[in-house]
């Protein structure tokens, strides 16, 4: 094998699962929900997890979490996480900040306004708590 090939699978591995990876996973995780202010979510990160997980809370992305990088579970605050399907670091901090920006966020959908508080949380901003607006009855 000439090294271009030896670099080229090495990229296309994906990370490993390990007890050093879950810990990095979860400390990001506790770090950027302290500065999306919100409470830490739960975290799953496999498929067998997910499937593990009663039905109530995974309803809708069971059977299919598997072909995202990463799912959120607003109603339940529950985020998983497909460490099969990442590549990198820089890919699994992406996706960390993606789907707590959902729950930090959740009337917001997928667009020019997400993508830029997807980089404003990456590059270390810090937001006011979500709190749910008040209905005034006037």
Excluded: W
């Excluded at 990370?15 to 990095?24: A, S």
């Excluded at 990088?69 to 996480?81: A, P, R, T």
């Excluded at 997928?110 to 209905?135: D, E, Q, S, T």
Aim: hydrophobic share 40%; net charge positive; glycine share 6%.
């Amino acid at each position: 094998m000439t090294i271009e090939i030896k670099l080229i699978l090495a990229d296309l591995e994906m990370m490993h699962l390990d007890h050093n990876l879950r810990f990095k996973i979860l400390e990001k995780v506790g770090i950027y929900s302290a500065r999306f202010g919100i409470a830490e979510p739960k975290v799953v990160l496999t498929t067998r997890e997910v499937l593990e997980m009663p039905k109530e809370i995974t309803q809708g992305r069971r059977t299919s979490a598997y072909k995202y990088l990463g799912v959120s579970y607003m109603m339940h605050n529950l985020v998983f996480i497909n460490v099969k399907k990442i590549p990198d670091e820089k890919t699994l901090e992406n996706t960390i900040v993606h789907e707590l920006v959902h729950l930090r966020f959740p009337y917001l959908s997928h667009g020019k306004r997400f993508n830029k508080l997807v980089r404003r949380g990456l590059a270390g901003k810090i937001f006011k708590p979500y709190r749910k607006r008040c209905k005034n009855s006037s």
